[in-house]
């Protein structure tokens, strides 16, 4: 059974930091590529940030190109969003997903399995 589990959410200031994590488990291959997403209320959900499960490169939504980044440590079966200098738009819940391929230019494609969530709220 394919589990995906966010944490690192919380409550932050405009212009503060967090790290959110995603715990995969049962993936049948280290090869997934990991995806990010959000859905703000009233919206439609968007890719963040993806990454590739066999080569390192990345794609990033135009509004949070140089400010989030994504990691992934396959030991630890861990995915990771740094995300600095939030802003009050990012507010969001974000979701991990895995993803069957992440082009750096159109971003993720062939998400399977979605984590439930983890709130991020940022006040200004």
């Known amino acids: 059974q394919v589990q995906l589990v966010e944490s690192g959410g919380g409550v932050v200031q405009s212009g503060g930091s967090l790290r959110l994590s995603c715990v995969f488990s049962?993936?049948?291959?280290?090869?997934?590529?990991i995806g990010w997403f959000r859905q703000a209320p009233g919206k439609e959900r968007e890719a963040v940030s993806c990454?590739?499960?066999?080569?390192?490169?990345?794609y990033y939504h135009h509004s949070v190109t140089g400010r989030f980044t994504i990691s992934r440590d396959n030991a630890q079966n861990t995915a990771y969003l740094q995300m600095t200098n939030l802003q009050p738009s990012d507010t969001a819940v974000y979701y991990c997903?895995?993803?069957?391929?992440?082009?750096?230019?159109?971003?993720?494609?062939?998400?399977?399995?979605w984590g439930n969530g983890t709130l991020v709220t940022v006040s200004s």
């Open positions: 997903a895995t993803v069957v391929t992440c082009s750096w230019s159109q971003g993720p494609y062939g998400m399977e399995y």
């Open positions: 990454r590739d499960g066999r080569d390192p490169k990345t």
């Open positions: 049962g993936l049948r291959s280290g090869y997934h590529g």
